[in-house]
T-cell receptor, first 118, second 113 residues
């Protein structure tokens, strides 16, 4: 079956503009994650969805960042008034439902969106 | 908060050699999972191997194996008979009670012909 897909693959924008990044998880995966990867760095957690609720938003760096998810499907990460420090690769991952005390389910990653803010 | 540290920014070995990548982590949790991910230039994150903290036996996947030392909070990755296709960034990651993965800064591994 299809893996996690993300669009666009690359996005170049001007400082101050808003951008929307899209993630389509694997069908049936109820958990969805957004991570940010700055150049030469590891991945930083941004937000986690279980279904369409977000129990953990602790990684969102500022109120310019927001995300939503429609049901157990597509998610959109929105960055308002972009700044140059927002330039990074934004990666999305999905996994099967989390069950407390159960085995961890592998997170499958998409190819990412490279965002460049000029 | 959990932290993951990879102290080797870059490593380079010859094809067919064995290489070990280091990772240490800090946590107060007793139940958790550890992972090694590979990221080639395509940016695709690929799971290489995983280890459940409650298991004492070290995980192995073909040419990849780990040395998990729970008391020392150490989780190294050994790649045997290295191949050109192993060239990539390698990330160590921790997952505890919170669902998010906590990543190290990565090790850039180059396999030379």
């Amino acid at each position: 079956g299809a893996g996690v897909s993300q669009s666009p693959s690359n996005k170049v924008t001007e400082k101050g503009k808003d951008v929307e990044l899209r993630c389509d998880p694997i069908s049936g995966h109820t958990a969805l994650y957004w991570y940010r990867q700055r150049l030469g760095q590891g991945l930083e957690f941004l937000i986690y969805f279980q279904g369409n609720s977000a129990p953990d938003k602790s990684g969102l760096p500022s109120d310019r960042f927001s995300a939503e998810r429609t049901g157990e499907s597509v998610s959109t990460l929105t960055i308002q008034r972009t700044q140059q420090e927002d330039s990074a690769v934004y990666l999305c991952a999905s996994s099967l439902v989390f069950s407390a005390g159960g085995p961890v389910n592998e997170q499958f990653f998409g190819p990412g969106t490279r965002l460049t803010v000029l | 908060a959990q932290t993951v540290t990879q102290s080797q920014p870059e490593m380079s070995v010859q094809e067919a050699e064995t290489v070990t990548l280091s990772c240490t982590y800090d946590t107060s949790e007793s139940n958790y999972y550890l992972f090694w991910y590979k990221q080639p230039p395509s940016r695709q994150m690929i799971l290489v191997i995983r280890q459940e903290a409650y298991k004492q036996q070290n995980a192995t996947e073909n040419r990849f194996s780990v040395n998990f030392q729970k008391a020392a909070k150490s989780f190294s990755l050994k790649i045997s008979d290295s191949q050109l296709g192993d060239t990539a960034m390698y990330f160590c990651a921790f997952q505890g009670g919170a669902q998010k993965l906590v990543f190290g800064q990565g090790t850039r591994l180059t396999i030379n012909p």
